[in-house]
């Protein structure tokens, strides 16, 4: 056995998975060794038997063989423990050389499937999965242009962690993407897992509520933003495109309405528009009406209002928090549980609770209709990140209503959009309309 | 970064402090009273309030009622006599005591717009009769319907053309304007109906002067192109049903003498006729008809001195401000009103209808 299997067994002491096998090339002893989780063993053994056969001149010998293969390294191991730990294949003669090459791996990521946060009506229904490669493909299918480019990074100490930026020249603005760029290379060696910590490589301010990211599963979706001139940005086991710049108009776009006739598309989307007022104003305007300015409301309104309000204990505030509050338990209950037993949860909170609340005089059963509204309306809004973000901005609504009434609601509205405008990435304002006018053509 | 905190502290106290919000109340601990009566006993008002109240899944009436010096100390007792907060801002018919209307209603309006409590936009009506008999009668029959005597005047519900529909802004502003005035529908209890429209009283500089008759409402509202629409009106040989109607003005003001120019055309559909007669001559009979009645409606409201058709308005840039306040008493008088009104049969129902053009089919 040569030192430098030697060496790297010891290294790899600790690691069970890890595999050191002797075989034959060219009637002389090699070993072979790597991560059994990762390499699927007895199939790379066969192309590396079949390889050698395709390239077999008679006076062949193995240190020329190795060399067809990849580059011979001596000595130092660093490179082998590596490689090793990013599954590759280390191939080591009786000499101390050694060459690492690409095996067949083992089957770890899932197929091609539909996705599942995103339904897609009538259209294509692929969707990223955790593998960063096929992300990059499917966006290559997708879009066949030469114009497509695509920049690796590795990130993190051990630079373990593939990051990939993608963007197609000449559409995309070069001084938001050189910036870009400088930002990811300055920040290398940071350790990148998830979201936060890319919004943090990228300088964004961790206490943003609404997300700087545009967040797709779908490669249609991507490619869209990319001919806009964004830059699409894939981590390695994420099955997400994080897309630079958001805008306040992708809350309300998906590419697929284009597969309608125009007038749909326009309605779907209006109707979009209206989901968020709805569920930014809705519980705020019950507040407002019942509690702070009751004027308001026509007097038919306001007595079916008192009405149904007669012997509920608390402020219209209080009623309003805590069957918000029991509606987002519902809801986040209803992600966590399996998807067998969601229906039964959505008929106990929503029927059983609904009802028995009502009939126990603990809420008006106008409330119930308005909660309800509210949280349909609000999963009409593109985007988890997005309604996420909405469901955040209508309590201050409801706050704001419950202190100074109508105008409060304008108040709240006010500071929301004064919030979003204020949002800026890489110099491109959240609330902008029109990105080829503003920014690409700058 | 600590100051910042403390000045955001401060702001989120400040926001929470300055507003009183621990005073607003719910909408189902204030009472919302939709009718409001007032009379004057001597020197003392009595106020009546009509509230709904939700009884055993029903609305129920209440009738609540109180006296003092002024209104807003009445509904103040009232109030503090209640289990809940008494809300005016839903009132939304007024109902005056004819003696106070006669004695004159300017502090009672002005006290409303001046206090906010009660929407501007309330109607105000006047009461021909006791106004407790009047509340007590209305509601008792009637309780299922909470809000019906709103529901009289709601230009979407109950109401009809030869009511007139007068807010409280516009008796405040026939108190102070030169030249506008204003009609207020009269009502009493009784019969069949529970409410009972008498027609419209005059009033002038916020006092009752002269009452005029429903018909004569529904003209003064064609002219105002409040919508007459629906209405059917009467002549010898006919009815028919008005559709649409449209004022046309022209006023002059030579040598001191105004003079107006007006054209009402009305659009009518034939309901019902008496005999064959032409449907010239309905038209013909149906314009004298109005015409006549609109004549002698003017020289009334000329003799009483008010313009509630808002004549005045016309010759405000013709005639200088100082002599303004003379167009009551002096040109008001002099005024000469043309008035042609001009009807089209838009269509004859169902039937045809004998026309002289068409007497030759």
Sequence with gaps: ?442 | MVKLRLKLIFLVFVIVTLTGCWDTKDIDHRLLPVAMGISKEGEEYQVILQVPEPVEGQMKNRIIKESGQTITKTIDTLSGNMESQIDLLHVKVILIDKQLAKEGVKDVISGFMRSRDVSSNALVTICDEDIEKFFNTVSNDLDVNAINLFEFFEKNAGWTPQIALTRVWQVYRSVHSYTHDVAVPIVVSGGSTNIRHMGSAVMKNGKMVETITPDETLLINAFKEESAQGRVEVSDHASVLIISNKTNSKSNFIDDEPSLENVINLKVVLLETKDDHTIELIKEELSTILQERFDGMFTKLQESEADILGLGQHFRNKIPRRELKDWRSKYYQELKMDLSIEIDIQNTGFLKSNSSDLSAN
């Design chain 1, 1 to 442: 056995m040569g030192e430098v299997s030697k060496k790297v067994k010891k290294r790899f002491k600790n690691y069970d998975d890890f595999f050191q096998q002797e075989t034959y090339l060219y009637k002389e002893i090699v070993e072979i060794m790597g991560f059994n989780t990762l390499i699927n063993i007895p199939k790379t053994k066969d192309i590396l038997q079949e390889y050698t056969k395709s390239v077999h001149t008679p006076d062949m010998t193995l240190d020329d063989f190795l060399k067809t293969i990849g580059e011979v390294k001596e000595g130092n191991i660093d490179d082998a423990i590596q490689s090793i730990f990013e599954g590759k294949l280390i191939i080591c003669s009786n000499k101390g050389q050694y060459v690492v090459v690409d095996p067949i791996p083992k089957e770890l990521n899932r197929s091609i499937e539909p996705p599942s946060n995103e339904n897609v009506l009538q259209g294509s229904q692929s969707s990223f999965i955790e593998d960063l490669e096929t992300n990059i493909g499917l966006i290559r299918k997708e879009k066949t242009s030469e114009k497509l480019c695509v920049n690796s990074y590795s990130m993190g100490k051990r630079q373990n962690k593939k990051l990939a930026l993608l963007y197609i020249e000449g559409n995309v603005n070069k001084d938001i993407l050189s910036e870009m760029q400088n930002q990811i290379e300055k920040n290398i060696k940071k350790e990148l897992q998830n979201q936060q910590d890319l919004s943090n490589i990228l300088g964004f301010s961790p206490w943003l509520t609404m997300s700087k990211f545009h967040t797709s599963e779908l490669p249609s979706e991507a490619v869209k933003m990319l001919l806009q001139g964004r830059v699409v940005l894939f981590i390695d086991r994420l099955p997400i495109a994080f897309i630079l710049p958001s805008l306040i108009w992708d809350m309300f776009t998906i590419e697929n309405e284009h597969n309608y006739p125009y007038p749909l598309m326009i309605l779907i989307r209006v109707l979009r528009v209206l989901g968020l007022l709805t569920t930014l104003i809705v519980p705020g305007l019950y507040v407002a009406l019942v509690a702070v300015n009751p004027g308001v409301l026509r007097i038919e309104m306001a007595l079916s209002i008192a009405q149904s309000r007669q012997g509920v204990p608390y402020p219209a505030l209080v009623e309003v928090l805590i069957m918000l509050l029991i509606l987002e338990l519902i809801l986040e209950a209803s992600v966590r549980l399996p998807k067998s037993i969601g229906p039964t949860i959505t008929m106990v909170g929503g029927i059983i609770l609904g009802q028995a609340i009502v009939d126990a005089k603990l809420v008006s059963n106008l409330l119930i209709i308005i909660l309800a509204a509210t949280t349909i309306a609000n999963f009409t809004i593109v985007g988890v990140q997005n309604s996420l973000s909405i469901r955040l901005y209508k309590y201050l609504i409801v706050i704001f209503a419950s202190i100074y009434g109508v105008f409060g609601l304008l108040a709240g509205m006010l500071l929301i959009i004064a919030y979003l405008s204020s949002l800026k990435t890489f110099g491109v304002s959240y609330l902008n309309v029109n990105l080829e006018r503003d920014v690409i053509k700058r």
